[in-house]
């Protein structure tokens, strides 16, 4: 089942697909989304919003289209960092690069010890979970962290 689509969400996740991930991917986005409604905050994802959680072949200039798109009108951007090829992941720099030229707060997540040092140093917030622990608690309390930058005071 798919969300209706925020034209105007407060928090774009990015995210990595990995193949044979998606159930993981799916429960890390509704965690993170959770965390975020934690604080009143909207949230929009691509494989979840457009998608309908099917992945598969996309049309990426497409899809970076709407995400950029999304970020634009965005208060922030959540970037998903976990991946299963740890530290040495790749991908979201386009996501990354275009939030930080949109001057959009960026939150940093990802699965301990994978920390991806390079996307983090353009991070507002960052923090780092264990396999197992909550993405929608650690999700929070990054939020938290940027009320001011988010306009939530």
């Not at 429960?27 to 998608?51: M, P, Y």
């Not at 386009?94 to 707060?105: I, M, S, Y």
Request: charged letters at 25%; a negative charge.
């Amino acid at each position: 089942m798919t969300s209706p689509v925020n034209a105007y969400p407060d928090l774009v996740i990015c995210y990595s697909v990995e193949q044979g991930q998606s159930e993981s991917l799916r429960k890390r986005i509704e965690q993170i989304t959770e965390g975020a409604a934690d604080h009143g905050l909207s949230t929009f994802a691509h494989v979840r919003d457009v998608q309908g959680w099917e992945i598969g072949e996309i049309d990426y200039r497409e899809a970076f289209a709407k995400v950029i798109e999304r970020i634009r009108t965005a208060r922030g951007v959540v970037l998903d960092l976990t991946s299963h090829a740890g530290a040495a992941r790749t991908g979201l720099s386009v996501e990354a690069g275009g939030a930080l030229a949109l001057g959009k707060p960026i939150i940093a997540i990802w699965r301990q010890p994978d920390r991806p040092e390079k996307i983090l140093s353009v991070a507002s917030v960052s923090g780092g979970y264990e396999e197992g622990e909550s993405l929608r608690k650690l999700t929070s309390m990054l939020i938290c962290q940027l009320e001011s930058e988010l306009a939530l005071v």
